[in-house]
Structure formats: structure tokens, C-alpha cells
């Protein structure tokens, strides 16, 4: 009797063995399903992200975005330039977005998700939003977290990047442009970047119908070395623009568009030039400075 009292108690044993483990087994399961389900929050400069998204919230329906149906005639006899700043938001975005709205003229600004981590950062992307000279467009979520070879690997996930951006800082049009590279897809016509690695990536955004803008003309950043950071003079940047346009050196005729960063006009001397420049443009008669929702295109 002791001894079957003794098998019987290793039984129990054992068998409580089995639950427990089993239970800890489906907590374990039930975990993990729940860290896929939601992405983890986004981290820049040791400040957590305003934004955690989870991950059905991207299914939203890709009608919502606006179409490019409702732009103002090309005048043939004109030149027209394109104001386009990329990164933002940065402390250069309230600059910007003072010189716009004085010099009333427009400019499309191409956002990322992950630099607005702070509540100024983010107020800057909202008075963007509500300045009718600012158009707001996506340059991705994560900025490919500046690893690009890795992030153009796997197109789907920029595809995923680009959405997810949409959800993050409510960005309501197609218009895209890549980390990095200088590609192009406008109405059936292409252009790649020289580092050819995001052609899969570009395609497939292409054929979910987003119009993916590079750049004519760069106004560079001042060089780090310098003491000043001061940027190139604004008459060259002008100068630059003209002979471009009057060379046909652009993606499409009589149109140039033009890349900047935010960051480049954290300083108000600097931002200055950035008035100065506009101003050039301005008195130039054959020019028209338009936001890139007149650029000529059409969803193909």
C-alpha cells in the first residue's frame, strides 16, 4: 500500500510537472504573439517616440490618399521651380515656414515620422499643416534609420515605411521621396539613382500608384569643417537654377526641382538666404514658383 501510495504521489508529481510547464509554455506563446501584433516604439536621442503604431493600422485603404486632379494650367512660355525641403521636422521648419508664408509663395515640404519625437518638433509638422503655402509629403517613416543597403533589400518594407509615415504624421497625398537616393517615377517615366539598389523598391511603390520625386538641383549643406556653417550664396544657387532650366538639364523641360533639408536653416542667418534666394526667383519674371502637387503628372 505505502508503495503504490508512492507511485501514485510521482505521478502527481509529474503530472503538475507537465501543467506547469505546459502553462508557461502558452504565457511564453501568448507574449510573443502580442510583440508582433505592435511594433516597437521608434527611439531617437534617448526620447522616446510620440508614436507607437500598431501594426492593422496600416491596412488603411489607399483611396483615402489625395490624386494630383486638380492642377493649374502649365504655361508653356514659363519656367517653373519647385521649393522641396526633406527631414523635417527640425528646428529650421518654423523658418521655413515663416519665409513661405511672408514671401507667399510654395513649397512641399517631404516628412519623416522619426524626427518628430519631440511635442515642438511635432507642433512643427501641424503648422505646416495648416500654412495653405506648405504641401506636406512623405520621405518614409524611419529615414531607413540611414542603412540604406539593408532597408532597399527588402522593397516591401519601404512599401510598409512609406504607410506607415501616412499613419504616423496623417499625410493625406502620393507624393514620395526616397532616402538618399535621386529616383524618379512620374507618368510612366523613370530615373535611377547611380547607387541602383532601391529600383525594386521604387517600382513597387510606382505600382501602388505613388509619384516618386528625385531632384534637378541640390543646395548642399555647409560643410561641417566650417566655422560658420554658413551656406553657398544664394546668387549662385539662382544662377545654378537658371542655367539648368535654360540647358533643358532637368527631369522634365522647363521644370526644376530644387532639394533642401530643414536642418539647413536652424540658423536665422541662414534662413535669410533662404528668403534671399526666393527673392531672386521672384523678380525673375519667367519664373513660377509652384508646390509639387502642380507638378505635370498624372496617376499612370
Known sequence: MFILNKHLRNALLLSSLLITFSCKNDQTSTNSSAQISEPKEILQEDSDSLYTIKTDTLNHLSDTIAKNDNQNPIDSTKQYVYLTFDDGPYKGSKNINKILTEEN???????????????????????????????????????????YKAFYSMPENVLEDIRKNEVVLDIHSRWVRLPARNTWRINKRKKNDPVKNSIPAADLLAKNQYYIYGWDYEWERAAKK???????????????????????????????????????????????????????????????????SNYPTKVS
Open 105 to 147: 509663395v510654395k513649397g512641399t515640404v517631404f516628412l519623416v515620422g522619426f524626427n518628430a519625437f519631440t511635442k515642438e518638433l511635432k507642433q512643427n509638422v501641424e503648422d505646416y499643416k495648416v500654412n495653405p503655402n506648405v504641401e506636406i509629403a512623405n520621405h518614409t517613416y524611419s529615414h531607413a534609420r540611414n542603412k
Open 226 to 292: 566650417s566655422s560658420t556653417h554658413d551656406l553657398a550664396a544664394p546668387q549662385k544657387i539662382y544662377d545654378g537654377i537658371v542655367h539648368r532650366l535654360d540647358q533643358n538639364k532637368t527631369f522634365e523641360k522647363n521644370h526644376l526641382v530644387i532639394l533642401m533639408h530643414d536642418d539647413m536653416f536652424n540658423s536665422d542667418n541662414n534662413a535669410e538666404k533662404l528668403r534671399q534666394l526666393i527673392v531672386l526667383l521672384k523678380n525673375n519674371k519667367k519664373i513660377v514658383i509652384e508646390g509639387i
